[in-house]
């Protein structure tokens, strides 16, 4: 199983950045789809997910009402539209795989599967 996150860049607080992430290796049906963030020094923090099958989706409450999370099921990618950028939003963001259980978890080390990790910087 592989998870393929791109998009991470340099923005300026206020902008905008769509991060994706590919995955192959499995097909996903029945999983939970998360972005996770960790920035220095700090713990790895639950971002927002989806139910694949469903679309259902969940964020927490730094990102909502900015990030939107959506999957493209022909294309196996999960998306992560982020707007309205912060400082605070600075980190290396995770896409990650839950094929225990199609209910939403927030608990990062629920999640079976990692991509490698792409950086978001926002400048102020």
């Known amino acids: 199983v592989q998870l393929q996150a791109s998009g991470g860049g340099l923005v300026q607080a206020g902008g905008s950045l769509r991060l994706s992430c590919a995955g192959s290796?499995?097909?996903?049906?029945?999983?939970?789809m998360g972005w996770f963030r960790q920035a220095p020094g700090k713990e790895r923090e639950f971002v927002a997910a989806i139910r694949y099958s469903t679309g259902g989706t969940y964020y927490s409450d730094s990102v909502k009402g900015r990030f939107t999370i959506s999957r493209d099921i022909a294309k196996k990618t999960v998306d992560l539209q982020m707007k309205s950028l912060k400082p605070e939003d600075t980190a290396i963001y995770y896409c990650?795989?839950?094929?225990?259980?199609?209910?939403?978890?927030?608990?990062?080390?629920?999640?079976?599967?990692w991509g490698q990790g792409t950086l978001v910087t926002v400048s102020s």
């Open positions: 290796g499995r097909t996903f049906r029945n999983d939970v």
């Open positions: 990650a795989a839950d094929a225990e259980t199609s209910e939403i978890r927030t608990v990062w080390s629920r999640y079976e599967y």
